[in-house]
């Protein structure tokens, strides 16, 4: 079955500590996303890759880091320096052309202990 | 900016009945607008794509509508069943920096529709 794998499911993360969540596609889209989701709000830009190697910010970056090594992958990376971390996760992908459709993974819920 | 609302932020209805949700947008140049369903505590599941030149699509109980020029998108769920509960959110595809495009969402319709 074609689709986006993120893991884990959920995820608890101590003071201080940095904490990668995972983002698989086999779609073969060349465009993946990250949002943030937070109770009662639309989901937010975290960071977004139209290729291999390349990524950009999005609306809500500062805390967050990303890598593009791979096609199928998008690991998105929540460092200390994020405040409040404590949220829902999602990883999406699309062709890059304007009219595409997205697909989305089941999310990942990060919660701060 | 481009902003998007979704009307009413709840809703609560009968099962059977026909329903409305609304989404309206603030910047009229968007490249498409797409539906999704999210159940609680899981990802988003595409309903309906819109392209900007398109006025409508359908998908069995599900309709919805595009008017680029008012901002407005409505989706409407015909004889609404209990699975229908569910959080329903519109997204428009809009130019990013550098060339690029995004997803902009509203903050979602939750729906309930008791037996």
């Known amino acids: 079955d074609g689709g986006i794998t993120q893991s884990p499911k959920y995820l608890f993360r101590k003071e201080g500590q940095n904490v990668t969540l995972s983002c698989e596609q086999n779609l073969n889209h060349d465009a993946m996303y990250w949002y943030r989701q937070d109770p009662g709000q639309g989901l937010r830009l975290i960071y977004y890759?139209?290729?291999?190697?390349?990524?950009q910010k999005g609306d809500i970056a500062e805390g967050y880091s990303v890598s593009r090594e791979k096609k199928e992958s998008f690991p998105l990376t929540v460092t200390s320096a994020q405040k409040n971390p404590t949220a829902f996760y999602l990883c999406a992908s699309r062709v890059p052309g304007q009219g595409a459709e997205a697909f989305f993974g089941q999310g990942t819920r990060l919660t701060v202990v | 900016k481009q902003e998007v609302t979704q009307i009413p932020a709840a809703l609560s209805v009968p099962e059977g009945e026909n329903l409305v949700l609304n989404c309206s947008f603030t910047d009229s140049a968007i490249y498409n607008l797409q539906w999704f369903r999210q159940d609680p505590g899981k990802g988003l599941t595409s309903l309906l794509l819109?392209?900007?030149?398109?006025r409508e699509q359908t998908s069995g109980r599900l309709n919805a509508s595009l008017d680029k020029s008012s901002g407005r998108s409505t989706l409407y769920i015909a004889a609404s069943q209990p699975g229908d509960s569910a959080t329903y959110l519109c997204a428009v595809i809009t130019w990013f920096s550098g060339g690029y495009n995004k997803l902009i969402f509203g903050a979602g319709t939750r729906l309930a529709v008791h037996p």
């Open positions: 890759s139209q290729i291999v190697n390349d990524f």
């Open positions: 819109i392209q900007s030149s398109q």
